[in-house]
């Protein structure tokens, strides 16, 4: 099994930013893309962004440009740093990361419990 712990989540003023934690532990033997969702009241989970065993990334259109993730892969943690933080970015932001437990498994998807923020206006 393999664990994700999500951080950084808290309420901020719009223009402000957080930098949010992704913490994977458990029997890993190789991560592939991790990524963070989120998921406002009444809405759909959105992809937010992704990055790749080699360090491509993906943003969505909604935060390219004020958001950066990374990951540090001797830790399986990823980053995800939000600036100018608008009132609709709140949500809560869940952690996603595609995983092989050994060598024979297959690529397994795991999510955390989800860190909420929350952009006052």
């Known amino acids: 099994q393999v664990q994700l712990v999500e951080s950084g989540g808290g309420l901020v003023q719009a223009g402000g930013s957080l930098r949010l934690s992704c913490a994977a532990s458990?029997?890993?033997?190789?991560?592939?893309?991790m990524g963070w969702y989120r998921q406002a009241p009444g809405k759909q989970r959105e992809l937010v962004a992704i990055?790749?065993?080699?360090?491509?990334?993906t943003y969505a259109a909604s935060v390219k440009g004020r958001s950066t993730v990374s990951r540090d892969n001797a830790k399986n943690t990823m980053y995800l740093q939000m600036n100018s933080l608008k009132p609709e970015d709140t949500a809560v932001y869940y952690c996603?990361?595609?995983?092989?437990?050994?060598?024979?498994?297959?690529?397994?998807?795991?999510w955390g419990q989800g860190t909420q923020v929350t952009v006052s206006s």
């Open positions: 996603n990361t595609i995983v092989r437990a050994d060598v024979r498994s297959d690529w397994r998807s795991y």
């Open positions: 458990g029997r890993i033997f190789s991560i592939n893309s």
């Open positions: 990055i790749t065993n080699s360090g491509s990334t």
